[in-house]
């Protein structure tokens, strides 16, 4: 799946609050490349921060569209804020908890929590965190044009919804003939 | 107890120095939003929900910050405000200062008339008008 920085959603409260996990592995191309081995340092494959935001984003991304079925074009607007305490290694399980602080027509404010599984000790730990700012831009662009299709939630996004069992918040016009349930 | 000017000041300035990363020293009450502070649009939308959270009170789209009125030909023609566009702006915007603007009159000099003032006066306005409810 192409830029999709998440594996599933494991919780989701509708309009207020939704988790999805993402795994980090070593197949995963950007690893190798963040960081290669230089001279006589060993490689250092760590998940780059900027993806960690990217899933952030995506899940709190999807809660924020669901409020209106998807019908909203949910482009990320702002970053407020992103802290990240700990590296995150292949191996390792992120888990993006995200709830809407405040939605209205023009957009919607989000906060986010990021947690890490670490399987050796099988314990979750909170090492960071985001407030995101997310604006509707059919209702925040007047005289500028978008395609009429909703290009932010793509074909991608439908199948992490069906393969977490949330197709229902897709509406008949945007379901494959498949998620038609 | 109604909060009193400084106060409100106080309260407006810590919203702005968390929603734009500006020192408190640069807010200043004649301070304008865009072009002294930096503010861009979706900073509009992040100030007006932390108002709403500071203050417990709701903000109408198109209340605090004008919307949709650029592209109405009533309002604005060759880039200036009409008499019309006069007349809806300061019903619609009565926290904005407009002396001085008469004679401009630019679509693009608009924006300097949101201040730091201008907040405060819009904020001392809403919290002495009776709330319907709390932001859900």
Known sequence: MRWLWIDSVVAFEPERRMAAVKNVSLAEEHLHDHFPPEGELPAQPIMPASLILEGMAQTAGILVGSVNAFREKVILAKVALFEMDEDVVAGQCLRYDAHIERLDPAGAAAEGTIERLDHRDGEWRSIGRASLMFSHIDQNRAGVEFPEHNFVFGPNFRVILESSGLSRFITPSQAPPSAKN | ?136
Do not use: Y
């Open chain 2, 1 to 136: 107890m109604a909060m009193s000017a400084d106060e409100i000041f106080k309260s407006v300035q810590g919203v702005l120095c968390e929603t734009l990363m500006v020192d408190e020293d640069e807010v200043t009450p004649e301070a304008s939003l865009v072009k002294d502070l930096g503010a861009e649009s979706i900073d509009f939308l992040d100030i007006v929900f932390r108002l709403e959270k500071k203050f417990s009170f709701k903000i109408q789209q198109g209340e605090l910050f004008t919307e949709n009125v650029m592209s109405n030909p009533a309002f604005v023609v060759d880039g200036k405000f009409t008499d019309s566009g006069m007349k809806m702006l300061r019903e619609k915007m009565p926290h904005l200062d407009f002396s001085g603007f008469d004679a401009d009159r630019r679509v693009d000099a608009l924006s300097e008339l949101f201040t730091v003032n201008a907040l405060c006066e819009f904020v001392k306005r809403k919290l002495a008008t009776p709330q319907a409810g709390a932001p859900a």
